[in-house]
């Protein structure tokens, strides 16, 4: 009993984590939007206009990446579409996963890259792909695979990839919205004192004109950072809800230890799709890893936590060394 309601505490919290993260990141970017209005032109009314703006732009970027993102990340990664008869095995665990998770089966891709890993993709359930290296096939057991297969999957149930989708047209539309402020200030001349011409709230515009500066700098940083927690928190479900799926917490952590632990490089993966992937694909040891912008949680944090779920004590510490370095 108590690890049940350990599961679906976990899961609660999850969720009531992300949906927090992504209501900063709006009104990050409505704040931003109504300082930018308001700075240059004096009037409330320019900051409501400059904000609904903002907010068409995301919805436009939102509508791109609805209806074509999903491919352009397979076509990015060297995906092929593979079918019963050409993987048998992978197809079997995709389909026997896609009935206890109560998901429709979703078109199977494999990439050549012998480096272990795997992401799911799609608009929902009924518009999904799931992606699986030669290497994650050739490295880990049915059981283990069943784990990674069960995570990814969540993510589709979840709807996690359309969540993650919204989490970055926002930062983006953050991003794009600061980056043309800025040029327009320092390189367009900014205000030209258009808000004292006005002769009523002039000190008041200045002071939301320093202000759309501060914010312009410092929202889309603090945008990517909150990005990042999304996905680190959307790992954390996807990962209890791949147990719930599975039955089996310990293919999963298996799974966990064994990529975590991989050298191999997978060169297909990118800034841009490494939050897609079922462990960080971009090793610590690279030349373009970052830890202060991981996407991750780190692999023992992830394990200690699906511990918790059997009653287990956390890894030792010979333990921990061993798969701090990689991940």
Avoid: C
């Avoid at 990340?73 to 079997?92: D, F, H, I, K, T």
């Avoid at 008041?204 to 759309?212: D, E």
């Avoid at 293919?251 to 060169?267: F, N």
């Amino acid at each position: 009993m108590q690890t049940r309601t350990s599961f679906f505490a976990q899961q609660a919290a999850n969720r009531r984590n992300s949906l927090l993260l992504v209501l900063v990141v709006v009104a990050l970017l409505a704040a931003l939007g109504f300082a930018i209005g308001y700075g240059t032109s004096g009037a409330v009314e320019g900051g409501l206009y400059v904000t609904i703006g903002a907010v068409i732009l995301a919805l436009l970027m939102s509508a791109g990446s609805y209806f074509a993102g999903d491919k352009l990340v397979l076509a990015s990664s060297g995906a092929r579409e593979v079918s019963q008869e050409q993987a048998p095995q992978l197809m079997n665990v995709v389909r026997e996963q896609s009935l206890a998770a109560g998901t429709p089966m979703p078109k199977v891709y494999i990439i050549e890259d012998t480096a272990p890993n795997a992401f799911a993709t799609g608009r929902d359930p009924q518009h999904a792909s799931v992606a699986i290296t030669t290497g994650l096939l050739q490295k880990l057991d049915r059981e283990e695979l069943q784990g990674v297969i069960g995570h990814e999957l969540s993510h589709v149930r979840n709807f996690d990839i359309r969540f993650a989708l919204l989490v970055a047209v926002l930062v983006g539309s953050i991003a794009l919205m600061a980056d043309f402020f800025l040029r327009f200030t320092f390189w367009g001349g900014g205000r030209r004192g258009g808000s004292r011409d006005r002769g009523g709230g002039g000190g008041l515009a200045v002071i939301m004109f320093v202000i759309a500066i501060v914010l312009a700098i410092l929202a889309p940083i603090v945008a990517r950072f909150v990005q990042l927690a999304v996905s680190r928190q959307r790992e954390y479900l996807a990962d209890a809800s791949s147990v719930e799926i599975t039955r089996n917490p310990y293919g999963l952590e298996r799974a966990l230890a064994k990529i975590s632990s991989d050298k191999e490089v997978l060169e297909v993966a990118n800034r841009a799709t490494q939050h897609l992937y079922f462990t960080n694909p971009i090793k610590k040891f690279e030349d373009r890893s970052s830890s202060m912008f991981s996407t991750h949680p780190a692999i023992v944090d992830r394990i200690n936590r699906l511990r918790e779920l059997t009653g287990e004590a956390p890894l030792q510490p010979q333990e921990v060394r061993a798969l701090a370095g990689l991940d």
